[in-house]
């Protein structure tokens, strides 16, 4: 497989998505970026955004074995792991697999259940296994999260904490649609007497587990040089300087950044990083990763606006 095989393959992977989602070409391409760069995605938007739809969409574009979690707030983390069950038949204990056990998992409104069982994504989107009863399973090595969830100012809603947070390698805020956009989804889906679905839509799955694998292999060849690299960890460690922010990035989120950059490079179809595919990813990369200072909270600043801020003042490679 070439570059230009992975550009392809994603062209097909947005054609088929486009079957049911109308707009978010900003969203499936960091959904894109994000697949092809081996990390997990954070959808949050007010419902009736599609952010579950687009996800199953997606999913249904993928010959991967897939697993959804409907998170509520009775949930435990037994529900998404699983546990050992004692068969009186044989006098010995099974493992009845929970639905985590998948290669793409749609943990859908992650933030309506309590932190102790967000805690039991934690292992699994960091090393992608899962320990039961003192055994550790294996999720494989595409094992991938898209979480969506609504935002923390409405009610029934629990804050992620840094920790789960820093695992997704995006955050995306779904925004409304455009008058012409919310017009044709309008007349689409009020003309219907059922739910869109993906399936009854026609998305055919385009890519297996092979495939996505050796298109993985590829983004890992595409070129990074030390410019771009001096500018990922100018950009990370501007974080961390900012009077504005309490809390900067991790040096895993540059790790991640830089893998990210090499996937946007090669569904754009270029063997090497540009700094415009680092500034394209870095607010979607970090704005989960830092937290605003009490003082920046009291004058109205956004974390958006702060990271903004630092992408006008860093010095870009040239």
Sequence with gaps: MQISDVHNLSARLKGEIGKVIIGQADTVELMLTALFSGGHVLLEGPPGTAKT????????????RFGRIQFTPDMLP???????????????????????????????????????????????????????????????????????????????TYPLPEAQLDRFLFKHVLGYPSASEERRIIDEAGNSAVTLDPEQAGIEAVLDAATL????????????????????????????????????????????????????ATLDGRDYVLPDDIKALYLPSMRHRVLLSPSAEIEGQTVDGVLQGLLERIEIPR
């Design 53 to 64: 739809l687009l996800a199953r969409a997606f999913c249904r574009s993928l010959s991967l």
């Design 78 to 156: 037994a529900d998404i792991l699983g546990s050992n069950l004692f068969n009186f038949q044989t006098s010995t204990f099974s493992l009845t697999k929970g639905p985590i056990f998948c290669d793409l998992l749609l943990a859908d409104e992650i933030n309506r259940t309590p932190p102790k069982t967000q805690a039991a994504l934690l292992e699994a989107m960091q090393e992608r296994k899962v320990t039961l009863d003192g055994t550790r399973y294996d999720l494989g090595d595409r094992f991938m999260v898209i979480a969506t969830q609504n935002p923390i100012e409405q009610q029934g």
């Design 213 to 264: 694998a050796e298109a993985i292999r590829v983004v890992t060849t595409v070129r990074l040089n030390d410019a771009n690299l001096d500018y990922i960890v100018s950009l990370i460690r501007a974080t961390r300087e900012s009077p504005s922010l309490a809390v900067g990035a991790s040096p895993r989120s540059g790790a991640l950044l830089a893998r990210a950059a090499r996937a946007r």
